[in-house]
Nanobody, 124 residues
Framework: QVQLVESGGGSVQSGGSLRLSCATSGVTDRVCLAWFRQVPGKERGGVAV???????SYSDSAKGRFTISRYNAKNIVYLEMNDLKPEDTALYYC???????????????????WGQGTQVTVSS
């Protein structure tokens, strides 16, 4: 059974940092994993992705500030977020595409599994 459980969200001031974690189960180290975010009234959008071979990609707003990484030994994927801005405020989701090798970083894996989300709030 596939499970994705996010943690690490919270409230921070503009310019601050947060590290989100996604604990996975039922996911191998060759599964495409991504982080998405959503604000009320808007569509969920991709933020960062790590593909089956370890290639990463980021949205324009995340480039240079966010880093996605995976710790395969513990089945965890992280999203390190620096220089946070109020417009980064959103519910952040971890997502996966199974089976392995079936997701593309070009479309943030086209996930078929989602976590429940963790809230990030950035104040000015």
């Amino acid at each position: 059974q596939v499970q994705l459980v996010e943690s690490g969200g919270g409230s921070v001031q503009s310019g601050g940092s947060l590290r989100l974690s996604c604990a996975t189960s039922g996911v191998t180290d060759r599964v495409c994993l991504a982080w998405f975010r959503q604000v009320p009234g808007k569509e969920r959008g991709g933020v960062a992705v790590v593909g089956s071979y370890g290639t990463t990609s980021y949205s324009d707003s995340a480039k240079g500030r966010f880093t996605i990484s995976r710790y395969n030994a513990k089945n965890i994927v992280y999203l390190e977020m620096n220089d946070l801005k109020p417009e980064d405020t959103a519910l952040y989701y971890c997502a996966a595409r199974l089976p392995a090798y079936s997701g593309s970083i070009g479309d943030y894996c086209s996930p078929n599994y989602w976590g429940q989300g963790t809230q990030v709030t950035v104040s000015s």
